[in-house]
């Protein structure tokens, strides 16, 4: 059955979208999750994915043209299909009708079940979850604004959206009575899963919200799951915990019978808490065999030694399970994968200090704002790109992209996790300029204020864990970039200068590479620049 897509919302302030790409044409295959076009917001060029399958019978606007938010981008459906009623009731009505598609005759079989739904006299309609980011998978209700039975009206704000990169305002594109939420507070919605309906007070959301979740699991009706075999239940075990032997063998870990081997102890009498009665190592160690009988005494007579009873530790096992955030998920699947996607390898390199510290001290006696070691190490980093520009590259895949620009992430530790603001043009900007950026983005980002444009488009990225006092790490590269620098802290140590064991501060850095896009030879170059300029700082005013 044909399926309208919408434009979604995909930043806080975006109102249409322009179609910078198609990657399919009408008549092509689209399978869920694929690339479908890239579309070009207020904010960034992102990638839009489809999230249906089948055919792609109708596009709803050329490359270079724009589509308002909530507007017809698409439809799918099955070849051949009539999707003309479907797209004559694409535009929302004022009351916030939607026309139902038209009832043709699929041609697989599911497609009678979801058919059998009638929803054309229905006076609602469905609002999903936006792709409110680049990299939103899903999106946790941070408040309501509107409560079931509520009237909203287009243009009001309907709820506060936390997404993997920060907490947007969703206001409504339709108007009616609120019939249904989605998610209570606090809870997850996917992307392009049911946030709400909203229609004419009396609408029949019941069977709208039926029919589209038939239409979702691939035309197969709510009715379909009963005819799946339940599994008969069963007892786990009918035996008492202390019968913990299967088929005549004793039920214990391995570890456990080591120990009672070693202690000398039957298995057959100590009682399992395990599953199925099993004995675990616990068990074990917390046994205590009966007293021997005094007859049981030594060869000349004399009573056996009583054992050895140690005192019991006194405790409470204790733990919290904490649901995850949204940008804790984003960071342990983005990371996840550029860890055992992307080949890394690894350039360390010492940096004697003593020039940059005095240069510090002198900029900061007539700097407007105060200067930071990382906002150096930013500078410097930032020139070192410009001459060295094969390290200023994005792994795509396919191909590998060439940044003539720099944009370098810095990363930002904050309570949820971690994100990387952007300074863009850090090579044209003054070493003040940078200072005050770092400062604006990184309280922004403490704040939870900073938007995904300022986390978007870096090419570089840089992870200074210094201030903590570690000596030297290694980074996690950030996709698309090929690079990250992890920076220590400065420590003041022995070095050898003209032949002689003299006092120096010395910082280390590492250089975390992607072998596809970046060679060795090419990431120790760019850090044999770097540290010229940091050793030599005067270089970077120039």
Same mark, same amino acid.
């Given at each position: 059955?044909?399926e309208?897509?919408?434009?979604?919302?995909?930043?806080?302030?975006?109102?249409?979208?322009?179609?910078?790409?198609?990657?399919? $044409?009408v008549?092509?295959?689209?399978k869920?999750g =694929?690339l479908m076009?890239?579309?070009?917001t207020?904010?960034?060029?992102?990638?839009y =994915?489809?999230?249906?399958t089948?055919?792609?019978?109708?596009l709803?606007?050329?490359e270079?043209?724009?589509?308002?938010?909530?507007?017809?981008?698409a439809?799918?459906g099955?070849?051949?299909?009539?999707?003309?009623a479907l797209?004559?009731?694409?535009?929302?009505?004022?009351?916030?009708?939607?026309?139902?598609?038209?009832?043709?005759?699929?041609? +697989?079989?599911?497609?009678?079940?979801?058919?059998?739904i009638?929803?054309?006299g229905?006076?609602?309609?469905?609002v999903?979850?936006?792709?409110m980011?680049?990299?939103?998978?899903?999106?946790?209700i941070?408040?309501?604004?509107?409560?079931?039975?509520?009237?909203?009206?287009?243009?009001?704000?309907?709820?506060?959206?936390e997404?993997?990169?920060?907490t947007?305002?969703?206001?409504?594109?339709?108007?009616?009575?609120?019939?249904?939420?989605?998610?209570?507070?606090?809870?997850?919605?996917?992307?392009n899963?049911?946030?709400?309906?909203?229609g004419?007070?009396?609408?029949?959301?019941?069977?709208?919200?039926?029919?589209?979740?038939? $239409?979702?699991?691939?035309?197969?009706?709510p009715?379909a799951?009963? +005819?799946?075999?339940?599994?008969?239940?069963?007892p786990?075990?009918?035996?008492?915990?202390?019968?913990?032997?299967?088929?005549?063998?004793?039920?214990?870990?391995?570890l456990?019978?080591?120990?009672?081997?070693?202690?000398?102890?039957d298995?057959?009498?100590?009682?399992?808490?395990?599953?199925?009665?099993?004995?675990?190592?616990?068990d074990?160690e917390n046994?205590?065999?009966?007293?021997a009988?005094?007859?049981?005494?030594?060869?000349?007579?004399?009573?056996?030694?009583?054992?050895?009873?140690?005192?019991?530790?006194?405790?409470?096992?204790?733990?919290?399970?904490?649901?995850?955030?949204q940008?804790?998920?984003?960071?342990?699947?983005?990371?996840g994968?550029?860890?055992?996607?992307?080949?890394?390898?690894?350039?360390?390199?010492? /940096?004697?200090?003593?020039?940059?510290?005095?240069?510090? $001290?002198?900029?900061?006696?007539?700097?407007?704002v105060?200067?930071?070691?990382?906002?150096?190490?930013?500078?410097?980093?930032?020139?070192?790109?410009?001459?060295?520009?094969?390290?200023?590259?994005?792994?795509?895949?396919?191909?590998?992209?060439?940044?003539?620009?720099i944009?370098?992430?810095v990363?930002?530790?904050?309570?949820?996790?971690?994100?990387?603001?952007?300074i863009r043009?850090?090579?044209?900007?003054?070493?003040?300029?940078?200072a005050?950026?770092?400062?604006?983005?990184?309280?922004?980002?403490?704040?939870?204020?900073?938007?995904?444009?300022?986390?978007?488009?870096?090419?570089?990225?840089?992870?200074?864990?210094?201030?903590?006092?570690? =000596?030297?790490?290694?980074? /996690?590269?950030?996709?698309?970039n090929a690079?990250?620098?992890?920076?220590?802290?400065?420590?003041?140590?022995a070095?050898? $200068?003209?032949?002689?064991?003299?006092?120096?501060?010395?910082?280390?850095?590492?250089l975390?590479?992607?072998?596809?896009?970046?060679?060795?030879?090419?990431?120790?170059?760019?850090?044999?620049?770097?540290?010229?300029?940091?050793?030599?700082?005067v270089?970077?005013? /120039?």
């Amino acid at each position: 059955m044909a399926e309208l897509i919408r434009m979604p919302k995909m930043s806080d302030t975006m109102t249409e979208g322009v179609i910078a790409k198609w990657h399919k $044409k009408v008549g092509d295959n689209v399978k869920s999750g =694929e690339l479908m076009a890239e579309i070009e917001t207020d904010k960034a060029t992102m990638d839009y =994915e489809s999230f249906n399958t089948g055919t792609i019978l109708y596009l709803g606007a050329e490359e270079g043209q724009p589509v308002k938010v909530n507007d017809v981008l698409a439809i799918v459906g099955n070849k051949g299909e009539d999707f003309s009623a479907l797209l004559s009731g694409a535009q929302p009505a004022a009351g916030g009708e939607t026309k139902a598609a038209p009832k043709t005759e699929a041609k +697989t079989e599911a497609a009678p079940a979801a058919a059998a739904i009638d929803t054309s006299g229905i006076k609602a309609e469905i609002v999903l979850m936006p792709k409110m980011s680049d990299t939103m998978n899903e999106g946790v209700i941070a408040s309501w604004n509107k409560k079931v039975g509520d009237a909203v009206k287009s243009g009001e704000l309907l709820a506060e959206v936390e997404t993997d990169k920060a907490t947007m305002e969703y206001e409504s594109y339709n108007t009616g009575t609120l019939l249904y939420i989605g998610a209570k507070a606090k809870e997850a919605v996917a992307v392009n899963g049911v946030l709400a309906i909203i229609g004419e007070k009396d609408a029949d959301w019941q069977t709208l919200l039926k029919a589209h979740e038939a $239409k979702a699991s691939g035309g197969a009706t709510p009715a379909a799951a009963a +005819t799946a075999p339940v599994a008969e239940s069963k007892p786990v075990a009918e035996s008492s915990s202390a019968d913990h032997s299967a088929n005549g063998r004793l039920k214990a870990s391995p570890l456990a019978k080591k120990i009672a081997q070693e202690k000398g102890l039957d298995l057959s009498k100590i009682t399992g808490s395990g599953d199925n009665g099993r004995i675990t190592k616990t068990d074990v160690e917390n046994f205590k065999p009966a007293a021997a009988p005094v007859a049981e005494a030594g060869s000349k007579g004399k009573p056996a030694a009583a054992p050895v009873v140690l005192p019991q530790v006194v405790g409470q096992e204790s733990f919290e399970d904490i649901n995850l955030s949204q940008m804790r998920k984003v960071i342990a699947k983005r990371l996840g994968e550029s860890m055992y996607t992307a080949p890394h390898f690894y350039v360390t390199m010492e /940096i004697n200090m003593d020039k940059a510290i005095e240069a510090r $001290k002198s900029i900061n006696e007539i700097s407007p704002v105060k200067i930071s070691f990382n906002d150096m190490v930013i500078k410097a980093a930032a020139a070192a790109l410009r001459q060295n520009p094969d390290v200023n590259v994005a792994w795509l895949g396919d191909k590998m992209r060439k940044n003539h620009h720099i944009h370098i992430g810095v990363a930002v530790a904050v309570k949820d996790g971690l994100v990387v603001p952007v300074i863009r043009f850090a090579d044209n900007k003054s070493l003040s300029h940078i200072a005050v950026e770092v400062k604006e983005l990184a309280q922004k980002a403490h704040d939870k204020k900073i938007q995904p444009a300022e986390m978007e488009g870096g090419t570089f990225a840089i992870s200074n864990l210094g201030m903590f006092g570690v =000596e030297d790490f290694t980074a /996690i590269i950030n996709p698309p970039n090929a690079c990250i620098l992890a920076v220590g802290g400065i420590k003041e140590t022995a070095v050898v $200068k003209n032949g002689q064991l003299v006092p120096g501060n010395v910082m280390k850095v590492t250089l975390s590479s992607d072998h596809r896009a970046v060679d060795g030879a090419v990431a120790a170059g760019f850090l044999k620049t770097f540290k010229g300029l940091l050793e030599d700082p005067v270089r970077i005013l /120039i």
